[in-house]
């Protein structure tokens, strides 16, 4: 229920039960005024019974003391309540006035009629009076005849007392009881009234109100404490007060999205960090790699040119001097040189087609690319002397760039050619083709001179040469290896097999290799 | 200064080896060469070569270990504090040049080819040819 809702409820309880209690309190006023008039009327009435017998005792003890002396003040007094007070006759009125009962009412007639005879005998004795005749006014006045008469007057007048007395006592107990059941009545609705204010402004400020505010402020001050797992209480009310835990747990929500929000943004702020940094480090790396590689090419591209123009000075003088041993070795110096210089030139035009040359990948067997690769280094010196053994297991078509994937094959090969140890009397080279989850691999092993331990981090390098004495290699070799490798999207690996490499060539996870 | 009798040329092209050879014997026969393809090697020769060269001719561009290193590492060791070192290289750049002359075993810095004009001031010694 709504708390107005409630709240109107309850003002409308409190008014209605406050119109009944004041109600029941000028009820309860009416009765008591009520209860006070039946009193005031029942000593009325008992005033009127005494006045009536009071009046009749007066008359006879009038008539008697005139009877007995002679006193004409008696007469005068008796007379006067006969004629001039008529004390009777205004009980009688005023018994009608109060609205007495009719058989009460006959009861005073009845006393009234009855009077006659003893006024006749009252009478009678004033006469005798009047005649001097005391005696018989006594013997009037004093005799049985006179009590008998006066009693006829007194029982109904004693009889109305009795029933004017019992239904008097009757109506004042039946307006107690009225005035009790009222006070019952009222106090108990007082007690209600009270009750019932009371309760509801318990549950309403307490139950509904208080309680709830308390525990809603409690459960904000956690979530703006950053507390984690804060439920906001009375969200499923229908009062205001759950309408008030709606918008709390609304805001925390909106607190906690934007809280959300901005771990994101620093996490993809660190990330953007972190990426600008990374292709920074790239673009240095890049831009020093082309730096050295400007500065080899110019000194390696030179330094044979050089050595060439002094070997052919030297074969002219040779000439000159008739020494014909000395002109010829000066030549195949001179010769070696401009080889080696043809050899780093085809390398260097090697590395930038494998950089700049639009290749379109096709359907390729590695066992295939493999075989031929094979073929052309069977022309190689030494290529004789290696027992070649193939463990070609990978022979699905691959999709990707034949010539950079020849650049790999074919300078791993001629390295195992070129590189063998003189000192291994078997020498061997290896080539297996495998699929597994981490990709295509393509492995060439031999046990051939291998890589001097503290430069095996520049395997990969640029113009790193590591055994000049045994072949001349323009340094450029595993580069060009590494860098076609990336064109296919794939890795280049170096393991240290102790006596002979492994190269591995790894494209991409399966179907990703380009 | 007495005049050099022991030469070791460090370089990884026979064919400048060759050169320096030639260039130095022709300067004076008696001279004895020693060769060495690269700095690595050089090192070993210095190490078993029962006669110590007196002047120690090094190319900077060699694989294995570069002149520099070989520089280095010689600089490191201390082996032959008496020993001039000549370096003989291609390349007439700067920065070449300048990262030589900072160690002080380096004496001269000479752009190949070695010629025999070079030599007077390499071997020392009056008897200039």
Request: charged share 30%.
């Amino acid at each position: 229920m709504q708390i107005a809702t409630l709240t109107r409820f309850a003002a409308i309880t409190i008014v209605t039960l406050t119109a009944i209690t004041v109600t029941l309190l000028v009820g309860m006023r009416t009765t008591l005024q009520e209860e006070l008039a039946i009193l005031r009327t029942e000593a009325e009435f008992r005033q009127l019974g005494n006045d009536l017998a009071a009046a009749s005792d007066l008359l006879t003890r009038e008539a008697r003391y005139y009877s007995v002396g002679g006193d004409r003040t008696h007469y005068d007094a008796f007379w006067r309540e006969v004629n001039e007070t008529r004390t009777r006759d205004n009980v009688v009125a005023r018994l009608r006035e109060l609205g007495a009962p009719p058989e009460e009412l006959a009861l005073i007639e009845e006393a009234k009629a009855n009077s006659d005879a003893l006024i006749a005998t009252e009478s009678a004795a004033f006469a005798a009076v009047a005649d001097g005749d005391f005696e018989r006014a006594r013997s009037l006045m004093f005799g049985p005849a006179y009590d008998r008469d006066k009693e006829i007057i007194m029982a109904p007048i004693r009889d109305f007392e009795e029933r004017m007395n019992s239904r008097l006592l009757g109506e004042v107990a039946e307006a107690r009881e009225e005035v009790n059941r009222a006070l019952f009545l009222t106090t108990g609705t007082v007690l209600a009234y009270v009750i019932v204010t009371l309760s509801l402004l318990f549950l309403l400020f307490i139950r509904r109100v208080t309680v709830p505010l308390t525990r809603i402020t409690d459960a904000l001050d956690d979530v703006a404490a950053g507390e984690p797992d804060i439920a906001i209480p009375y969200t499923d009310g229908k009062d205001e007060i759950g309408s008030l835990a709606k918008a709390a747990a609304a805001f925390k929500s909106t607190l906690e999205q934007n809280r959300e929000l901005a771990r994101a943004l620093i996490e993809h702020r660190d990330h953007l960090e972190d990426e600008v940094a990374a292709r920074t480090t790239a673009l240095t790396d890049a831009n020093t790699e082309l730096a050295e590689f400007a500065y080899r090419t110019s000194h390696d591209l030179r330094a044979p040119i050089v050595s060439s123009a002094r070997l052919l000075s030297v074969v002219e003088e040779s000439i000159r001097d008739e020494d014909p041993q000395e002109a010829l070795t000066s030549l195949g110096y001179a010769r070696t040189a401009l080889d080696r210089l043809d050899k780093l030139l085809q390398d260097i035009l090697a590395l930038v087609k494998v950089e700049r040359l639009e290749e379109d990948a096709e359907w390729i067997r590695l066992d295939d690319v493999l075989r031929e690769a094979l073929q052309r280094a069977s022309h190689l010196e030494g290529f004789e002397r290696l027992s070649v053994e193939l463990d070609l297991g990978h022979d699905d078509p691959l999709l990707l760039k034949r010539s950079r994937l020849e650049v790999v094959t074919d300078n791993l090969i001629s390295n195992a050619v070129k590189y063998q140890n003189p000192e291994q009397p078997s020498p061997h080279l290896r080539i297996e083709t495998r699929e597994d989850e981490a990709g295509v691999h393509v492995i060439v092993r031999d046990n051939g001179l291998g890589i001097p331990v503290e430069q095996q981090d520049k395997v990969f390098g640029m113009f790193k040469r590591f055994h000049p004495r045994t072949s001349f290699g323009s340094g450029l070799g595993l580069y060009l290896v590494k860098k076609s490798a990336e064109v296919l999207g794939g890795t280049m690996s170096f393991e240290d097999l102790g006596d002979g490499s492994l190269f591995r060539l790894t494209l991409g996870p399966p179907g990703e290799a380009t | 200064m007495t005049r050099a009798t022991c030469v070791l040329v460090v370089d990884d092209n026979e064919g400048d080896q060759y050169l320096a050879a030639r260039t130095l014997r022709k300067f004076d026969e008696a001279l004895t060469i020693l060769t060495a393809y690269d700095g690595e090697e050089a090192l070993e020769v210095l190490e078993q070569a029962a006669k110590k060269p007196d002047i120690i001719l090094l190319d900077l561009n060699m694989p294995r270990m570069d002149g520099i290193e070989f520089l280095e590492e010689y600089q490191r060791r201390a082996i032959l504090p008496h020993t001039t070192i000549v370096v003989l290289s291609s390349s007439d750049l700067a920065d070449d040049r300048s990262g030589t002359t900072v160690f002080d075993c380096v004496q001269h810095y000479v752009v190949k080819p070695l010629l025999t004009r070079h030599l007077p001031e390499i071997l020392g010694g009056d008897d200039a040819h």
